[in-house]
């Protein structure tokens, strides 16, 4: 339950960003008269700014179905002097910011199928109801919910291009574990945008900058969403036990919302120059489209947590533009064991590197004063399991890229031989400044970051 | 009054994704779960409905999937623009997406949910403001009142209270209040009842239902049980008709509501059913996934994957259109193609790109078993995947659901030269742990080994003789989809099976262990020969299930 989560952030004074003046600001010299929380103090844009470090932001990617774990992820040495595989090739440029775990395993509660590895990816819980789909809170979400930072968004949670049928389902469990992976509550995913067009309009919302237009169009949404509340409360006496939990999510999702509303949005001087990607994106230019937006939410402070399943757990997502001949994701990654199919594996899991690459490039190239959006940002990048073939949990392939704010000690190879799954999940909640008493079942965070 | 056809006991374990242990050797429908009398189920062949205990059960909040919201505001306000298409992707469970249990409202769908309403009203008051002004060009408040209570019913499935009338109004007062007119005020207090849970949730209990209490079983009103056929049949919301018919309160008479049955299921709007249900039990999505080697088979191309999909729309519209037996699915041979499934079905005469009616040869061909949809997205880019084809039969038709594999399972062995699938396979069952679980698939796979990977009819494999002999879970054995068809047309497991699934789509929940006496009762009785498609259906409609809820024990 997190229903008292927006009661206590609009207690709480804004602190660091430098921003425009706020939407309250400006709704009072349009003299609208709406309820507004109220804020502390109303600080013209740039007068903080300077003194405070940038803020921390925290990315999470998920790619599906593993790597061939041969020479495409062949790590060796220690320390900064590892070397990467080669599916890295990308990657080798940014070396000094990229990390990379050796032997950390995955623990699933039970044989590591896609489901449950990608349900553990950012939870670390295990999974067993095969009807409603229940997992635990994810560390993103633990991770928002203690910074609880004023941003637009609390998080942004992004995922592939659509299935036609709906997400990959695997064999006796419902399809959310696949789909999923953040999760504000056991029972609450937040399920990801599938549009990059639909993403980049919740970071830069349309409808122009006429002051009337937006505190009319402010009004009526307001006007909508106390009639939304009004009905929750007349409707639940009436429901069952059972559907307690949805009704909570459904208006704490309301509240959300109405907590957008008050939010500022970002300076749009701050995207000016980014395109709208436009819809029907094939699948590469979709996955860059929505890096492009992923990278521009947080340089504009539109949030600073995003979740990116790149594709789903299971995900089929054809590579045949890599030339790969019939490269349909988990097919290959089960196909056999013939050089061809290992090379076309091992093409795919290059794929995602570059992605990652392309990413780590864009947040080096912002500069926040001093230091770049790559210095204060944690990107933890995995997939659900290790070796795609066998879905082997064994030696998970994760990465860290960039400096954490001066928390992360990038550039290394990071042993793990012996940690929990969940403890590194706790570890980088500690990172993030999120000194969280404990998470799944970690009390004590991993100490190789 | 309705007719109960559930009263008495008798139960089998069947309902919810069955995890069959599959070291069982008779893991099927009736084996593990507890409480059968046989393992193929069959004493419970052709068993009276009448006979099985009535154990309604509570549907949680079902929030309008993406298909059906789309449906829903194009039936209500004409709005084609399909506005779900931005929100964030339905997640299913049980292989069905409008299951409740998968169906969450999160703060990015919340978001767009709002951004959908507006824009939903928006154009409904462009498109349709003389059918929405029921009293114009009045304005006053009786005016507004009349307007939004003819709306409210229309949206909210049912007559709206007099305290949520009173909430719209004050939704209309107050932008009327900031001086942007009546209009605007109507509209936004659209967008209000398209963001309001009666709306987003197509279970809410009716007021006339009143506060229930644990454990309580009622049956429906006129109006849930209006919404709970029309999502069924149509995948959206009721139409004037149907509400008219709950208004009067003659639903729960038989004849009344058969006519409104009938009136709906040949209204083309049910094919919503093919486009709902079908899809999803049959796992077509999965033909997009389908990579045949285009060395090997170069006549596929995207054209004719769509047109493998066509045809199974078409097979099913013909049986809805004809009302025929849901037993054609596993033994018919009428279908429809163009030259290219032609061609691949061995029929001559069937030229150009539009599909046509066509009979099948009924020694090699049987129904939706040997469709070039179902043996494509079986199988791998150069041949039949057996693996793949035995899970399909098992889950889709048997209920049989195999468990994921287990920890540290190795893969299975590359082939020797000269060896048969069919041989590396058997290599592949002698490892023990493979056994478990393969022994119940493999044998299932092999039924369709006479056809090749984009399902035409094959002799040899490869210059291998082929070997289609199958074995159903319960041991009996048969060669090839034609045999295995007879065998399914005469057992309780397919029938049993298919209409687990309808009650499990048309309820939008898993069925519980005790139904599956009623699935049983229903399916032996309405999937035969004599019986049609609306039989079956109209038993599930007027089954205790489909009638009644139980609000859940505290």
């Keep these: 339950m997190r229903t008292t989560r927006t009661t206590s952030r609009t207690q709480q004074p804004r602190a660091t960003e430098p921003r425009g003046p706020s939407r309250r600001t400006f709704l009072r010299a349009a003299g609208v008269a709406v309820a507004l929380p109220a804020l502390a103090s109303l600080v013209p844009r740039g007068a903080r700014a300077g003194a405070e470090p940038a803020p921390k932001r925290f990315v999470a990617l998920f790619f599906p179905n593993g790597t061939t774990q041969r020479q495409d992820w062949a790590l060796a040495g220690s320390g900064t002097g590892y070397t990467m595989g080669t599916a890295h090739a990308a990657l080798a440029p940014w070396k000094p910011w990229i990390s990379m775990f050796k032997n950390l395993n995955g623990d699933y509660g039970g044989a590591p199928d896609h489901s449950r590895g990608t349900a553990s990816f950012l939870t670390g819980a295990p999974i067993n109801d095969q009807i409603t789909p229940l997992v635990d809170v994810s560390i993103d979400q633990a991770i928002a919910e203690m910074l609880d930072p004023d941003t637009l968004l609390r998080s942004l949670h992004l995922g592939p291009t659509p299935y036609p049928a709906g997400p990959p389902s695997d064999t006796g469990w419902p399809s959310g574990y696949n789909t999923y992976i953040s999760w504000s509550s056991p029972s609450a995913p937040n399920a990801p945008l599938e549009s990059a067009q639909v993403a980049f309009d919740q970071v830069f919302v349309p409808g122009g900058t006429d002051p009337d237009v937006a505190a009319a169009r402010l009004r009526r949404r307001q006007s909508i969403l106390d009639h939304t509340l009004v009905q929750v409360d007349a409707i639940e006496p009436r429901l069952g036990t059972d559907d307690a939990h949805k009704l909570d999510e459904y208006l704490t999702s309301i509240r959300e919302v109405e907590q957008q509303l008050q939010n500022m949005p970002p300076d749009p001087s701050c995207g000016s120059g980014s395109m709208a990607p436009g819809d029907g994106l094939s699948f590469p230019d979709h996955t860059k489209a929505m890096l492009d937006v992923l990278a521009l939410a947080l340089q504009c402070d539109a949030t600073r947590i995003v979740t990116y399943s790149m594709d789903y757990g299971f995900g089929n997502k054809d590579f045949t533009f890599l030339g790969v001949g019939n490269g349909k994701h988990h097919n290959l990654s089960h196909s056999g064991s013939t050089p061809e199919i290992i090379a076309n594996h091992e093409g795919i899991v290059s794929w995602y590197m570059e992605q990652l690459a392309y990413l780590v490039g864009k947040l080096a190239a912002v500069d926040e004063g001093g230091a770049t959006l790559l210095d204060s940002s944690i990107v933890y990048m995995g997939s659900d399991v290790g070796d795609g073939w066998s879905h082997s949990h064994a030696d998970l392939p994760m990465i860290l890229a960039g400096g954490g704010g001066g928390a992360l000690d990038p550039g290394r190879l990071i042993d793990a031989t012996g940690a929990s799954y969940d403890s590194v999940l706790l570890a980088l909640a500690h990172a993030m400044d999120a000194p969280l008493t404990g998470f799944s079942g970690a009390s004590t965070p991993f100490a190789g970051l | 009054m309705r007719r109960s056809i559930a009263t008495g006991i008798g139960i089998i374990a069947l309902g919810l994704p069955l995890l069959v242990g599959c070291g069982d050797r008779h893991g099927d429908a009736g084996g593990t779960e507890g409480g059968s009398s046989s393992s193929d189920g069959g004493s419970e062949s052709g068993e009276d409905p009448d006979a099985c205990a009535p154990v309604p059960a509570r549907v949680g909040l079902q929030r309008l999937t993406r298909a059906e919201y789309d449906r829903t505001v194009r039936d209500l306000f004409g709005v084609t623009s399909s506005p779900a298409n931005a929100f964030p992707p339905d997640s299913s469970t049980a292989g069905f997406d409008n299951n409740a249990a998968s169906l969450t409202i999160g703060p990015q769908l919340a978001s767009l949910l709002l951004d959908a309403a507006e824009a939903v009203a928006a154009q409904a008051m462009a498109d349709q403001r003389d059918e929405i002004l029921v009293c114009a060009p009045a304005q006053d408040e009786a005016c507004a009142r009349q307007t939004l209570s003819a709306l409210a019913l229309r949206v909210y499935r049912r007559p709206p209270t007099e305290t949520e009338l009173d909430d719209l109004f004050t939704v209309v007062q107050l932008e009327q209040t900031e001086g942007d007119g009546f209009d605007a005020g109507i509209e936004v207090a659209i967008a209000a009842m398209l963001m309001s849970p009666q709306f987003l949730y197509r279970s809410v209990p009716s007021n006339s239902m009143g506060l229930l209490s644990a454990g309580e079983v009622v049956e429906l009103d006129d109006w849930a049980l209006a919404s709970r056929l029309s999502y069924f049949l149509w995948g959206s919301t009721p139409d004037d008709a149907l509400l008219e018919r709950a208004a009067e309160g003659v639903l729960r008479d038989p004849d009344a509501l058969r006519a409104e049955f009938d009136r709906m299921l040949a209204d083309p709007k049910a094919e ?129 659901v195999p468990p994921p594999p287990p920890d540290g399972i190795p893969p299975a062995p590359d082939p020797t030269p000269g060896e048969t699938e069919r041989e590396r396979l058997e290599r592949h069952r002698a490892d023990p742990s493979c056994a478990s679980c393969h022994q119940l698939i493999d044998p299932l796979g092999f039924t369709f080994e006479h056809y090749d990977a984009l399902g035409r009819w094959r002799t040899d494999d490869e210059g291998q003789a082929i070997d289609d002999e199958g074995q159903l879970p319960d041991g009996r054995t048969y060669h090839g989809a034609v045999e295995l068809a007879e065998l399914l047309a005469s057992g309780p497991e397919y029938p049993t099976c298919v209409t687990d699934k309808l009650v499990t789509y048309a309820l939008g929940r898993t069925t519980t262990a005790e139904e599956s006496c009623m699935t049983t009762a229903i399916g032996t009785e309405t999937i035969t020969a004599d019986a049609s498609l609306s039989d079956l259906l109209w038993a599930i409609v007027t089954s205790d299930a489909f009638q009644t809820e139980r609000m859940p024990a505290q």
Excluded at chain 2, 306 to 311: H, I, K, T
Excluded at chain 2, 312 to 328: I, K, N, P, V, Y
Aim: hydrophobic letters at 45%; one cysteine or more.
């Design chain 2, 272 to 400: 919503a059913l093919y486009e709902g249900f079908v899809g999803q039990w049959l796992q077509l999505g999965k033909l997009a996934a389908a990579s045949p080697d285009p060395a090997s088979f170069p006549e596929f191309d995207e054209a004719l994957r769509a047109d493998m999909l066509e045809e199974t729309r078409r097979f099913f519209e013909d049986l809805r259109a004809r009302d025929g037996s849901m037993l054609e699915v596993l033994n018919g041979t009428r279908t429809f193609a163009n030259a290219e499934l032609a061609a691949i079905y061995g029929v001559a005469g069937v030229e150009g790109t539009a599909l046509v009616a066509i009979e099948t040869d009924p020694t090699e061909r049987a129904g939706v078993l040997t469709m070039p949809a179902v043996l494509a997205m079986t199988s791998g880019p150069e041949k039949p995947n057996i693996v793949k084809r035995g899970v399909w039969l098992a889950e889709a038709l048997l209920c049989v």
